[in-house]
């Protein structure tokens, strides 16, 4: 396994992962406008995320696992010092420590690549699993907004989430990246 950032060499392995995992993302977060279900739109797709990797206003990578997308790790909105984390794992991987894995990227690249000192993260109250997630690596709610948005016929609420890299251990992060890696063969 290994994550590659992402580039237009993807788009055949992204529309697959994307499809593939259709239902599951859409159980728990808002769908996808139905146009970026092919080629055209997923070329699309990662032709604005290269365009923010290029601005450095963003960073999108994938996890590969025998040629196939298992995973998405994405950091967007990197104004100042700041940046909003947001991953998707697919569901045959889920449970193995791929969301760990991919913030444990993140949180790395945030601090070796882009210097920032603050990560946020957004959950809907739908998803405890990725607040697990977030609380292994010491993120913080920071607010929650009832009504945030309607899926599936109900009422979701979000909660902000926030890190200080500054106050994140950096020995504990190399421990805890190095165990889930050796848990999920990288």
Request: charge should be positive; charged fraction near 20%; aromatic fraction near 8%.
């Amino acid at each position: 396994m290994k994550f590659e950032t992402l580039n237009s060499s993807h788009s055949k392995q992204l529309l697959d992962f994307e499809l593939e995992n259709k239902a599951w993302f859409e159980s728990f977060i808002a769908p996808r406008d139905a146009d970026f279900y092919s080629n055209v739109g997923v070329s699309k797709h990662i032709a604005v995320l290269d365009a923010t990797m290029r601005s450095k206003s963003g960073y999108s990578t994938v996890l590969i696992q025998n040629d196939a997308i298992v995973a998405r790790a994405n950091l967007k909105d990197i104004t100042g010092d700041t940046a909003y984390i947001g991953y998707r794992v697919a569901k045959n991987m889920t449970s193995q420590g791929i969301a760990s894995l991919c913030v444990a990227q993140l949180i790395k690249v945030a601090a070796q690549q882009f210097s920032l000192t603050t990560l946020r993260a957004q959950v809907l109250n739908n998803n405890p699993a990725s607040e697990r997630v977030l609380h292994k690596f010491a993120f913080q709610a920071a607010s929650t907004q009832p009504d945030f948005l309607r899926l599936n016929g109900q009422s979701l609420a979000c909660t902000e989430f926030s890190l200080r890299l500054s106050e994140l251990n950096q020995q504990a992060l190399q421990a805890k990246s190095s165990l889930v890696s050796s848990k999920v063969g990288c």
